[in-house]
């Protein structure tokens, strides 16, 4: 399979994330795109780790090339699971103080 | 076609149509579960990559623990459906625009990188993806990473506890 279709596919879901981004008004379906954005760039980090193990394979180099990228998916997930309890529990705060989760509320951080 | 491609153009089918649907649902507990089926077409392209323990992780992680955590947090809140607010449609539009062409920019840059044409990604095979080389990697090249997001952790739960609790 070429990289080529796997970085359009990754491409088109974290646009989908953009424009929920822009486009919604609700905080967490906000922050639920955030998360569509950030598991487009972990499927992208796996298929470029497949893509230079493949390369390396055919060179017949270490069979071990490539294996930072997964680690590194892995790292990230750890981090978006810390960040969206954080996230969740600002939002909840957000929710109690204003009884609302539009995010306009949140320019009022401006004064 | 054989059969991997045939799964891959399936698998980014259905990612690509429940991630619209988690857009333009009105219901933000529909949202929650088209996005839960997004997570799973992704895990499957992770397994058709043999990145088997992601594969595992990304379920785990996020369809079972994050969206539970996310349809918790809308059920807690109970927002009312009809006063949801919505943008005005020239805002829709305009953020409809900008991630369109944001796309467009993307994919005719790709379209013209001479480095990644004739490279292709290994599917199916490959065991980097698996349990025996990730964990031997993760326990002694990334074992101080992996040590301090342990205390990332107990830093967001205290900071999650001391948020909520007012």
């Known amino acids: 399979m070429p990289i080529q279709y796997y970085i359009f596919f990754c491409l088109t879901l974290f646009s989908i994330g953009v424009v929920g981004v822009l486009t919604r008004r609700n905080a967490i379906i906000v922050f639920m795109c955030i998360e569509l954005m950030l598991n487009a760039v972990n499927l992208l980090l796996v298929a470029f780790s497949k893509m230079y193990y493949g390369l390396a394979t055919q060179n017949g180099v270490a069979n071990t090339v490539g294996i930072d990228a997964q680690i590194f998916v892995f790292f990230i997930m750890v981090v978006a699971a810390a960040e969206v309890s954080i996230g969740l529990a600002i939002i909840v705060m957000m929710y109690r103080n204003t009884h609302s989760i539009d995010i306009n509320f949140l320019n009022r951080l401006k004064n | ?166």
Do not use: R
Request: hydrophobic share 60%; aromatic share 10%.
């Open chain 2, 1 to 166: 076609m054989n059969v991997l491609e045939i799964l891959f153009y399936a698998l980014s089918a259905f990612a690509l149509v429940s991630a619209i649907m988690v857009l333009i649902s009105k219901n933000p507990i529909h949202s929650v579960l088209w996005l839960i089926l997004v997570f799973f077409a992704i895990s499957g392209h992770y397994i058709l990559l043999n990145a088997q323990f992601l594969a595992i992780v990304n379920i785990i992680v996020y369809a079972g623990a994050i969206m539970v955590l996310f349809l918790f947090v809308i059920m807690l809140i109970n927002v009312k459906k009809d006063s949801e607010p919505q943008k005005h449609l020239y805002v829709k539009f305009i953020g409809v625009i900008t991630g369109g062409s944001f796309l467009t920019l993307l994919i005719a840059l790709v379209k013209q990188a001479l480095p990644l044409v004739g490279k292709n990604v290994l599917l199916k095979e490959g065991t980097i993806g698996l349990i025996h080389p990730l964990g031997k990697a993760l326990f002694n090249d990334y074992v101080v990473p992996f040590e301090i997001s342990s205390v990332l952790f107990l830093s967001a739960m205290v900071g999650a506890v001391l948020i909520g609790k007012k």
